[in-house]
């Protein structure tokens, strides 16, 4: 447990009562903290590590046979950088996200006449039947989810679902 100590600027001491006492070491000197802060500082901490250390634990310096330096404790010496380019993450294999728009985003942002038609019809319906067209359809919500910020079941839902997706199809199809 020492060794920890020795990296990490924080940590929870047994006073003699059982009680513990909560340490935060803030340029060289020792802060004592309540148990929240102790706790949220802990896991800022840990998540920084994350960032800097298991991140990257695959961007590590290396010598030129290619094997990975280490320090003198023995822990790898990871490349210091926050972001590293795409160009860099391309050569090194990773896969990235297009940035073009997907097919269904290239319809929805067309003013075709046919997206012309369905925003028309949407309008067209009552509040609650556009609130529910919103949140399954452009955000991506399922039922149950919808039914719950609702507070109706899934089964009206799914109802209510079928009766305005009915009532839209003969909108667009009779020109309602």
């Known amino acids: 447990m020492q060794s920890w100590h020795k990296y990490n600027n924080y940590r929870k001491k047994k006073k003699d009562d059982g009680s513990f006492v909560f340490i935060i070491t803030a340029d060289g000197e020792d802060v004592e903290v309540s148990a929240k802060v102790y706790k949220d500082y802990a896991a800022f901490s840990r998540k920084m590590k994350y960032m800097e250390l298991d991140l990257k634990s695959d961007r590590?310096?290396?010598?030129?046979?290619?094997?990975?330096?280490?320090?003198?404790?023995?822990?790898?010496?990871?490349i210091a950088e926050r972001e590293v380019s795409l160009e860099v993450l391309i050569d090194e294999g990773w896969d990235c996200p297009s940035s073009s728009p997907t097919p269904e985003e290239e319809v929805l942002a067309a003013n075709k006449p046919e997206i012309m038609e369905l925003r028309r019809c949407v309008a067209l319906l009552t509040d609650a039947e556009q609130a529910l067209i919103q949140a399954l359809f452009y955000e991506g919500k399922k039922i149950r989810e919808y039914a719950e910020i609702i507070g109706e079941s899934k089964s009206k839902v799914d109802r209510l679902r079928t009766k305005t997706l009915g009532k839209l199809r003969n909108m667009i199809?009779?020109?309602?």
């Open 60 to 78: 590590a310096l290396r010598d030129t046979s290619g094997k990975r330096i280490k320090d003198e404790r023995g822990t790898v010496l990871v």
């Open 173 to 176: 199809l009779f020109g309602g």
